[in-house]
Every structure is written in C-alpha cells, then in structure tokens.
C-alpha cells in the first residue's frame, strides 16, 4: 500500500494581497486619467472642424459678394457724451484669445473697458463690459458697399415701398428705445452713409473771375477746394446737400493732422448769389471728435476727400425726392429694437452717378456702422415650398434667455432682444422686407419652435411677422412663411463668434516724423487708423539689399498689403512700380517686434508696451542710391490692403480656443 505524500502549499501574505491590489488600484488609475484627456482631444478635434467650417463659410460668402466688401474693420472705444471714437491701439489680430479674463481678455485690458464704459454708460454689468473686450473691440464696420435695391413693399410705416437692404453683419449698435428712433443728429452716433467720392477741382489762388468760371462748370459729381483758405465749392442746386469730408492739415506749428467724417451742410444755392454755386468752410474737426483744432493753418493739398451723406429720417417722416435718405429698419412692436437692415429712397434705384472713365453706374452706399456683439451669429435660410418647415442650425446648444449658461456666466443670459429683462433667445429677420418673426418662449404662440439642444426650429404654417416701422403695441401680421428666406440670429453656449479682420481698402500716407511731431507724453505713439507712415529712412537687409519702411497701426499686424510707389533711378528717371506685396510684421515673422511705449488713461494709468508694425518697401535694382532724397526721389501713391480673415473663437471650459481662415481678398473696382 502506497502512502500518501501530503505537499505542503504557501498561501499568500497580507502584505502580498495589499501589494498587488495598489498596483491594481494605480493602473486603473492610470487608465481612467486617460479617458479625459481623450475626450477632451475629441471633443477639441469636433470643435476645431466646425470652427474651421465656419471661418470658411464666412470667406466664400465675401468671395461670392465681393462687391459689398468693407473698406475695413477697425476697433472702437466708448467715449465721452455717447460717442463711439476709433481705438489707435485696438486689438492685436490674436489677442483676444491669450488671456483668462471674460470673453478672452486679461484683467488689465478689462478693467480698461469698465473704466471707458462707466464714461460711456452708466451699465457697467458684465454683459456691458464684455461688448467692449477681446474680440468685441474690432467691431466697427467701415465703407460696407450696397449698391440701392429694387423697391420692395413694405409696411407698418408712412411709405408704401423701400429699398431694403440687410448688412452683412447685424444687429447693430442703436437705441434701445422701444420706438426704434432716434433724433436725426443723434442717428451719427451709431451709424454714417455716404455714397460715391466726389472729384476734386483745385481753385487755390484763382482770380474771382476764374474761380466763378469754374465753379459755374462743376459736374454733379465734382467739388472745388482751396487749399490755403480751406473752402469747398459744390454746384447748385434747388436744395440743401450734406457732404462727409476728410482730409489732413496743418497747424500754425507745421504740425500734419488729419481730419475725418466732417459733416457739411451746403445751403440752398441762392438765386441772387453772383456765385454760380455754394462755397462751405471746412471745420477743421480734430479726428473722431467734435472739437475743431484752433491751431489750424492750411489745407495739406492731395489729401481731401468729399462724399454726398445720405440723410437719415425718422419713421413718421415719408422720403422726398431726394434719392440720399435712408431709414433704419427697427422693428419695435415687441416693445424692442432689433436693427439689422436699412431702408433707402426707392428714389436712389434709378439714380446714376458717374464711374470709371465716362461711364455711368447705379447709385452705391458706403455703410459705416458698429456690431453689437460678434457672440451674436447669423445663417441665412431658405424654408422650402412645402411643410415641416424645419431648419438646423450650424451650431448646436443654443442659449436660452433667462437660463444661466456655461460655468464662466454669473448671471442669465438676456437674450437678444432683452431690456429690463429676458428677452427672446432666437430672430428671424425676412431678407425682402425686413419684418422679424421670435421663437416662442414668452407665449407667442405663432412664433417658431426651438430645440436648444440640437439647434433645429420649427415654423409654423402660420407664422406671425411684425413689420418695421410699426407701433410698440400693434399686433402682428399671420403669414404662410414657404419660400421665405431669413436671416436667424442666435447665440451659442461657449460663446462662439465669427469675427472678420480685414485692413484698410486705401490707407492715407503720412511721414513718421511729421505724425509723431509734438506728440505729448500722454499720447498713444501709435499710426492712426486708417493711415501708414513713412520712415525717412534707407535700410538694408542682411543680403545687402536696401528698403524703407512704412509704420502699419496695430490692429493690421500680420495682413496682406501691396504697394504703388515711384522712385528715380540711376539715370534720374522717375519709373512707378505697382501691386508690390507685402505683409505687415507680426510675431509669426519675427520673434521680437519693435514696440512703442504708451500711456492709457482711466483708473489704472499705466504706460505699456504695443507692437510697432511695419512693411518693407525693397528698392529696385536700378534705383538712385547716392544723394536719395525722400522729398524727389521716392513717392508712395497708393497702400492698399489685399488680405480678409475669418476668425472663429469659442470657449472651452476656462481656455479659450481659435480657428482662422485668410484669403486674398479685394473688392472689385467698379
């Protein structure tokens, strides 16, 4: 009989059993910390692609209207008494994404705009304050082209029919009076219409019997101005006209300022007047104020440019004949003022005014106005011919007035429309006539259904539309919306906004030293908007290759440029080269960009450091070197800006993230 072995068998130690389960514990640690950072590359990738989208969408859309393409986007402050003024400084084309603070900005630029809103307004809620950080700070819209629209009834207003036309960007800054109106004088705060630059006729010095000759012979499209005496000279004409002008001048102390957006008001020609026309002075207003500069000494000649000014008029008041009238589109019978479009004088359809050469060419406007929040996006649609009547949206997660949205917001969002209150959370604007039409959510019935969570609306069969122009306690029209195409307006949770960039169309050329000539300590050492300055001065590559340099203001760091310029060669000739490009320097072409030091007023004074951007001009080959005089042997003729940017920016919990989109883009001449 065998017998049997018994083996003896070691169990596992407490110390064993604790040791693996801490591995254990740590791996799976390790592997959940993993998920995160995976959904969090996931849902950054899905949101850079839709954001890519979008920049895209917003360039071919300027491709594909080119014709009403800006003159420029430029950043604005809140001044005193209620007027907006053009920011020197502005905003660097990535700033708005580099800080913590709301919407993007760091605390120092924040505290700036509450100390610049509390001048402006008495609001200073962080909604108010966030319209004028980060990206809101580029808002200003300047020289948008509409040529006149094909009339169109419209109703709910004194006029049977208007020209209506919807801005490419809106709504816009206006009066939150539920009336929808503002005083004809007040109207220039928000926004300017101008239409064709006039010709120039220079009079300086003509005899009495020369200059009523000639001013006798003025086109409709001309204008007379002498330089020394600073007077403009218009033709008759059996009414009053108003004029925009801009041009720069110099003081009794040789210094160069420039004047814009000087509003003159030419009288009635007199029909006793020797003088076969009108003569106004210019007022010589110090830029984006209404202070006129009592240093004033001369016209600086070639600098000048006229602009008929549409006139703007009240609902109450019908059009005239008078083809330069436009009315602002607030639909107020909602008790608010939601502007997004204009109302021309159908009279100005049929108007011509001359264009290239001796050609002839429809009536056109410049629109200068301001966004009043880029967190505020717009898609057209079309409903189809046939019910459901639905529409999705770009974007999903839509806000909802008077729900708290995201984690950065303290307060409920007030919607689009919300005064004293919230407000509706999503517009409809009809592109034919301007009527708006709201979602739902306060009890209208027959306005549309939203689903905030996916950002599709319903339309009903029926659908109520409240016409411009009517009374804040008229009811609203019932139509059938098929085949109606709207402009909706909404907002999205992480504020995601679609902001354009664009440099000037035609910049005004200046000499360095002349602009900067008696600049005070206090003074923003910085080029104006809209100008470029010249450095007297010859550089030389590190190939030995010399250029000059042209001083761009801060905003346009990193855009396109190209340059017309004239220079005198070896043999003393004078040859002009044209559409030289350029790119103004930016941190992505240079680790260090030269800065000039400024000092901001407010509450929090302080001097700091701004960018110095410039072009560079490379001199041709066969250029005069030796004895080069800026004064007659270099000349720029022409600066103009080539480059369109479409930047999208949205919030990603506390960080703020950006997708951009640049294209050549120029607007065709007529």
Do not use: C
Not at 19 to 30: R, Y
Not at 51 to 58: K, T, V
Not at 566 to 575: H, I, M
Request: charged share 20%.
């Amino acid at each position: 009989m065998k017998s049997l072995s018994i083996k003896s068998e070691r169990g596992s130690s407490l110390i064993e059993v604790l040791v693996v389960m801490v591995v254990l514990v740590v791996g799976i640690f390790t592997v959940i910390r993993i998920f995160p950072v995976g959904f969090d590359l996931l849902q950054y990738t899905g949101n850079a692609s839709i954001a890519h989208r979008l920049a895209d969408s917003e360039v071919e859309f300027w491709r594909k209207n080119a014709e009403n393409l800006p003159d420029a986007v430029v950043a604005i402050a809140p001044g005193p008494s209620g007027r907006l003024t053009l920011d020197p400084i502005g905003q660097r084309p990535n700033d708005f994404v580099t800080g913590t603070g709301a919407f993007g900005d760091d605390p120092g630029n924040r505290q700036r705009a509450i100390d610049e809103v509390a001048r402006w307004q008495a609001d200073t809620s962080d909604d108010a304050v966030d319209r004028w950080v980060g990206p809101n700070r580029n808002r200003r819209i300047i020289g948008e082209v509409a040529r006149i629209p094909a009339p169109s009834p419209v109703q709910g207003g004194v006029d049977r029919a208007a020209s209506v036309y919807s801005l490419s960007y809106a709504p816009i800054e206006w009066t939150d009076r539920a009336s929808g109106a503002v005083d004809p004088n007040e109207a220039e705060q928000y926004i300017q219409i101008s239409g064709t630059p006039l010709s120039s006729v220079d009079v300086t010095g003509m005899a009495k019997e020369s200059l009523y000759a000639t001013v006798g012979n003025l086109r409709a499209q001309e204008y007379g101005i002498d330089y020394a005496k600073g007077l403009a000279y218009f033709p008759k004409s059996d009414h009053p006209r108003q004029f925009i002008a801009n041009y720069s001048y110099r003081t009794t102390q040789n210094e160069l300022k420039q004047a814009y957006g000087d509003r003159l008001i030419v009288p009635t020609t007199s029909p006793t007047s020797q003088l076969p026309g009108s003569v106004v002075p210019l007022r010589v207003n110090v830029a984006g104020s209404d202070v006129y500069d009592r240093n004033y000494a001369a016209l600086e000649p070639n600098t000048d440019s006229m602009s008929p000014k549409f006139r703007y008029l009240v609902p109450s008041v019908p059009f005239s004949s008078d083809p330069y009238e436009y009315k602002v589109l607030a639909t107020s019978s909602l008790g608010v003022s939601f502007t997004g479009a204009i109302a021309f004088n159908p009279a100005g359809y049929n108007q011509m005014e001359p264009g290239l050469g001796n050609s002839r060419q429809p009536l056109r406007a410049r629109i200068d106005y301001t966004v009043k929040d880029w967190r505020i996006l717009h898609q057209d649609v079309t409903l189809p011919a046939q019910a459901p009547y639905r529409v999705r949206l770009a974007l999903p997660f839509l806000k909802q007035a008077g729900v708290t949205m995201g984690d950065n917001e303290l307060q409920p969002w007030a919607g689009l429309t919300g005064r004293g209150g919230p407000g509706y959370s999503v517009v409809a604007v009809d592109l034919a006539d301007g009527s708006m039409a709201v979602n739902n959510d306060k009890g209208n019935s027959a306005g549309f259904l939203t689903d905030y969570r996916t950002g599709t609306l319903n339309f009903p069969a029926r659908l109520t539309v409240h016409p411009p122009f009517s009374a804040p306690s008229q009811a609203g029209l019932t139509i059938d919306p098929a085949g109606h195409t709207y402009r909706i307006f909404y907002a999205v949770e992480g504020d995601w906004s679609v902001i354009p960039q664009k440099p000037f169309a035609n910049y005004k050329v200046a000499y360095a030293d002349e602009l900067f000539k008696g600049a005070g300590s206090g003074d923003p050492l910085a080029v104006p908007i809209g100008e470029v300055a010249l450095e007297r001065k010859i550089y030389t590559d590190p190939d030995g290759k010399p250029y000059v340099r042209v001083l761009f203001p801060v905003p346009d760091e990193g855009a396109s440029v190209a340059f017309d310029f004239a220079y005198r060669d070896n043999s003393n000739s004078l040859k002009t080269v044209y559409g030289q490009d350029a790119q103004v320097s930016s941190e992505a072409r240079q680790t260090s960009l030269e800065s000039w030091y400024v000092k901001m007023g407010g509450t929090n004074s302080a001097v700091f450091e701004v960018p110095k951007p410039y072009a560079e001009i490379y001199l041709p080959r066969d250029a005069k070197l030796s004895g080069f005089d800026f004064a007659n042997d270099f000349v720029i003729k022409r600066v103009q800006g080539t480059s369109f940017r479409s930047v999208v920016v949205w919030r990603d919990r506390s960080r703020w993230r950006m997708q951009a989109v640049t294209a050549f883009l120029t607007r065709p001449t007529s």
